[in-house]
Each structure stands twice: as structure tokens, then as C-alpha cells.
């Protein structure tokens, strides 16, 4: 559940925290793009290692550890089943598409506010119940990740042991977390729904907003550059053919 | 039984235990006390390994729970966690109670007589058949009790187990840690609820920041105002009721109601 630590919200003041939530929203679907696009192992671990400084400018690498480190269960199983199945160089990309596609979201949550989140939805267009919802599922993810920590030590101390026994065995130690985790989740969104109606949730149609987001220099700065060089890698993929440059399984030949 | 030697633990930059030093020995009954934040959580993780010690030592039964894993340790040392909707997860209040006899290997006539005898004894058994959820918050507590019962450790530590109950199910509780005791167990309770502790307790741990303030025989300690305040506790109430009048000559150190009728009828004359 570690996985989880790298969508928590760190409150911050660098740069990347101050950057507004649509550039690093389009940014984070930039890299998305990208890792989908290239099948090439070589250029998405580059791509990975792009997003790396990002979270040393952001001050939140210790945080994006812990992802890494809970997400290696998940990266080991996309290798291995991606390994039977279409062999070492899809299985290399694979895993390190994965890992790009947590780090650039990572970020994105990372360093921004929840309320911007929403904020920023409802300037896209986004319906603001839509976009509340969207915010309300980030919110909830400190406190799921908080409660999954609690029954996990709640059900070791009923002698589960998590890493005990074959693959399928490891899956299944998972249900005895899962469930409770899963019926408390609905249980609390219920809670909520109440609390929101009990506070005249939907009340008056039009609503006005606390923060109001503006784009500035450096948020343009930012946006020109992310935009050039997503398009010239694409141009590069489809008109050059960039891919055959790599060489793949670099480090096997 | 339980030797806990300079103990300190943090969580990330937060220091949550700073220095513990403690022993329980065997067939004891114990509370743990303190405010919100004191480590009275943290301290009773060490005692099963959920938690190991970032400096100092835990020896459980001899045995330092650094070299020993939380399924090794949980076997003798149980703990009830204060939400049962933080561990059931079973289709039927018995599967759920046998979950733990089955993670530790019991063979299977085992595991149904103990089952049996879990669920009589916390007078589940009528509901054996039922889903955990379908349950009342009162029932589910006692099924969490029940699942860690059922395979009989030495060492029985609850984590706020009256929270949330009503009277009738407070003095249960407190019938049963009587019964435990009487078996020889050893029970260890983390509460907030001082009339509780004055009534079934003989020993109270008492947590401030991080550190034991106090460690000793529960009337002393929950008659000691500026302790009690120190830990953000109120004392009894039957406690504060011997405090304002002590300017009559009412004695402070008292924690029990029929203390205080003797006292108050010795004050107007009647006896």
C-alpha cells in the first residue's frame, strides 16, 4: 500500500507546487501520450529518468521512494507475465512504461492542491459535481492508504502472513485486507454524501470560487516548452523513426 | 513476561516514543493511560513486532521481538484493535473467528472446538451463521474479541475497547477480563475512560508525550490531580466529588463509590 504514498498531497512552496494545475495536468497527459506511443525500452526509461528531477526541484523524491518501492511487487508481476506472453523487450517496455506513467502522475498529485485540482476541472469545462468528485477521490487517498496501514497490522496480528506461500497464495493473503478495506471505503462515501446534503450541498446553481487561477509568465514558459517537445518527439516517432536508432535489448546484446 | 528497556520509536520526523522502560509480568492487569498522541498505540505494537524498535529493546517471553516475526509473537500475544471494521472480512461470524487458528496451522477438530468455545463465551454463538456486517457495532467488537480469544494467548492486550460501548457491554468487558485473569492470562488495555480503570484495574501505566509519567497502583496515580491534568485526564468523578469536599474532611484519595458514601455519611453524623 506504500504505492499509495506518492499520490498524497505534500504541501510546498518550490516552483513546481506554484505552477498552475492545468500546465502540470497537460504536462502529466504529455508523458502519458508519450509512453503509450513509443514501444521502444530504451526511450521510455529515458522518458522515466526525464521526470526525475522534477521530484528533486519539488523537494518530494523521499515520498516518490516509497511509491517506487511499493510499487515493485506490481512492476515485477507486469514483467513477468509480460515476459510469457510477448517476450523480454515488450516486458522491459512495459515495466518501464508503468514506471513512467506512476512518476508523471506522481507529480501531478504530488504538488498539487486539491482544491486547485477542482478548480482547474471547472476552467477546463469540467461540470463542477464532475469535477468535485475527481477531488474528493484524491482527498480520500491519504486516509484509504492511512486505513489500509491499520488493517494490515490488524490482520498480521491475526497471523496473516503476506508474503507466505506460491503466487496465487500471495493474491489471495491480499482478500483478508481488500475486503474490509473496500466495504469501509463505501461505508465512509455514504457518510459523506450525508454530511455534504446536511450542509445544503447543491443548494444555489451558480457558486462562486475562493481561489481564482491565472496563468502567468512561467506557467506559459512552461506550457510553449512541454508543448515543442512533445510535438518534435512524436514527429520523431512517426517521420524519423526514432526507434530504430535504439537499438533494443541494448543491454543483452 | 513483557520487558520493554529504553525504547524509542518515530514515525517519519515524528518522535512517538521517547525513552519507555517497563515490566509486566505474568498474570497482571494493566491499564495504559494518556492523551491523544501519548504513543499508548505505538507502545502496545511493540509488544507483538507489528512495530520494532528503533533503539532500545522488547522481550517478549524472553524472546526479543526483533529476531522474531509478528506471526511467531501474535501466537501469545493477542491484540484486539479498537475497530472490528479494521480486520472482519469473513462471510460468517465463524469463519471469521477461525481465521486466526487456521493462519497458525491448528488441525481442523482444533479449530472447531476452540471456535465453539470463543463464541459461547462472548455468547456469539446464536449468530455463528451470520455475515460479520450484518452485525450491530456491539456484536462486531465482541466477534473481533472472539477471533483473538479463540486461540488462547498468554498475553491479551486491548486497544480501547470501551469506546462506543454502552454500560451493559462496559461491565461484560470488564467480566471478562476478570474471567481471563482467572485463567492466568495477562491483560493489558489501552483506554481513555478513567471510572473504568478505577473500578477493575490495579495497575496504571500513564503515557505523556512520548514517556511514562507514571507507573504505579491506580489509586495513587488517579488521585494525584496535577498527574492526571499532566496527561489530560479528568480524574473519577467520585474522585472529584472527595477533592471539593476535602475542606469538610473528606480524605482525596478516594476512587470508589461506596468509599465515598462511608465518607459523606461520616460527614453528616450517620454512622
Redo the contacts between chains.
Keep these: 500500500m506504500r504505492i499509495l504514498e506518492g499520490f498524497e498531497f505534500k504541501r510546498g512552496n518550490t516552483i513546481i507546487h506554484k505552477l498552475d494545475p492545468r500546465v502540470k495536468m497537460f504536462y502529466s497527459i504529455s508523458i502519458f501520450i508519450l509512453s503509450m506511443i513509443f514501444w521502444n525500452s530504451i526511450i521510455l526509461l529515458l522518458l522515466f529518468v526525464s521526470i526525475l528531477p522534477l521530484f528533486y526541484i519539488a523537494k518530494v523524491s523521499q515520498k516518490f521512494i516509497r511509491t517506487l518501492q511499493g510499487s515493485i511487487f506490481l512492476i515485477i508481476l507486469i514483467f513477468v507475465i509480460n515476459y510469457f506472453t510477448l517476450g523480454i523487450e515488450r516486458a522491459l517496455a512495459m515495466s518501464f512504461r508503468f514506471l513512467t506513467i506512476i512518476a508523471c502522475f506522481s507529480i501531478l498529485f504530488l504538488t498539487t492542491y486539491p482544491e486547485d485540482f477542482s478548480e482547474a476541472l471547472v476552467k477546463l469545462k469540467v461540470p463542477y459535481e464532475f469535477a468535485l468528485t475527481f477531488t474528493m477521490a484524491i482527498r480520500f487517498v491519504p486516509s484509504l492508504a492511512r ?1 489500509a496501514r ?2 494490515i ?9 503476506l508474503d507466505k506461500g506460491n503466487f496465487i497464495k500471495k493474491l489471495k493473503n491480499y ?3 481488500l ?2 478495506l473496500i ?2 471505503a463505501i ?1 465512509k462515501s455514504i457518510k459523506v454524501a450525508e454530511a455534504m446534503e446536511s450542509r445544503a450541498f447543491g443548494a444555489s446553481p451558480k457558486r462562486t470560487s475562493l481561489i481564482e487561477l491565472r496563468l502567468t509568465l512561467k506557467d506559459y514558459l512552461f506550457l510553449i516548452i512541454n508543448l515543442i517537445v512533445t510535438l518534435l518527439l512524436i514527429y520523431a516517432k512517426y517521420y524519423l523513426n526514432i526507434e530504430s536508432y535504439f537499438p533494443l535489448l541494448i543491454f543483452f546484446s | 513476561m513483557i520487558e520493554v528497556h529504553d525504547l524509542w520509536y518515530s514515525y517519519n520526523e515524528v518522535i512517538a516514543l521517547r525513552g519507555i522502560s517497563l515490566k509486566i509480568e505474568r498474570g497482571e492487569i494493566v491499564a495504559i493511560m494518556g492523551e491523544n498522541g501519548a504513543g499508548k498505540t505505538t507502545l502496545i505494537k511493540h509488544f507483538n513486532g507489528l512495530l520494532k524498535p528503533m533503539k532500545g529493546y522488547v522481550k517478549v517471553f524472553g524472546i526479543d521481538t526483533r529476531k522474531a516475526t509478528v506471526a511467531e509473537l501474535s501466537r501469545r500475544v493477542g491484540l484486539v484493535f479498537q475497530n472490528p471494521d479494521h480486520q472482519l472480512f469473513a462471510e460468517t461470524v465463524e469463519e471469521e473467528v477461525a481465521f486466526a487458528l487456521k493462519n497458525f496451522g491448528y488441525p481442523e477438530n482444533v479449530i472447531k472446538k476452540r471456535v465453539e468455545w470463543a463464541l459461547k463465551l462472548l455468547d456469539l454463538y446464536d449468530l455463528k451463521d451470520q455475515s460479520p456486517y450484518a452485525l450491530s457495532g456491539g456484536e462486531r467488537k465482541r466477534v473481533a474479541i472472539a477471533s483473538i480469544l479463540s486461540y488462547d494467548p498468554d498475553i491479551i492486550v486491548f486497544d480501547e475497547p470501551t469506546v462506543g460501548q454502552d454500560y451493559a457491554q462496559k461491565e461484560r468487558l470488564a467480566q471478562l477480563i476478570k474471567l481471563l485473569w482467572s485463567r492466568g492470562k495477562t491483560i493489558i488495555v489501552v483506554t481513555h475512560d478513567v471510572e473504568f480503570v478505577a473500578e477493575n484495574f490495579p495497575r496504571v501505566i500513564l503515557m505523556s508525550r512520548g514517556k511514562i509519567i507514571a507507573d504505579d497502583n491506580t489509586r495513587r496515580v488517579l488521585t494525584n490531580l496535577s498527574l492526571i491534568k499532566k496527561a489530560k485526564l479528568n480524574p473519577p468523578q467520585i474522585t472529584q466529588i472527595a477533592f471539593e469536599l476535602s475542606d469538610l474532611g473528606v480524605p482525596k484519595d478516594i476512587m470508589w463509590i461506596h468509599e465515598a458514601r462511608d465518607a459523606i455519611l461520616r460527614l453528616v453524623g450517620k454512622i
Design positions: 486505513e491499520i488493517i497490522d490488524a490482520q498480521r496480528s491475526r497471523g496473516l502472513e482478500i483478508p485486507i475486503v474490509p466495504v469501509n461505508r
